[in-house]
């Protein structure tokens, strides 16, 4: 799935370089608490978007192939 839908995995993982970008920038003022709290809420969301990918790409994949249109994007 991720070599057909490559762009929708990319995007989630280029928001997560992002946050991780301007947690980095911040490490200094946040606190050593603090940015690893944000930093594993980052990694969480990005893994969780990457779940709800995976399910919603799947159910569009059992609907195709059960012959119902499903447009989940």
């Known amino acids: 799935m991720q070599r057909v839908y490559a762009d929708r995995f990319q995007a989630i993982e280029d928001e997560f370089k992002t946050t991780y970008d ?3 920038e911040q490490s200094e003022t946040l ?3 603090e ?3 944000l930093g594993q809420e980052a990694v969480t969301h990005k893994d969780q978007a990457i779940e709800a990918l995976y399910e919603a790409l799947t159910r569009q994949e059992q609907a195709a192939t059960a012959g119902v249109e499903v447009n989940l994007f």
Do not use: N
């Open 31 to 33: 606190g050593a608490t």
């Open 22 to 24: 301007s947690l980095a």
């Open 35 to 37: 940015y690893e709290r």
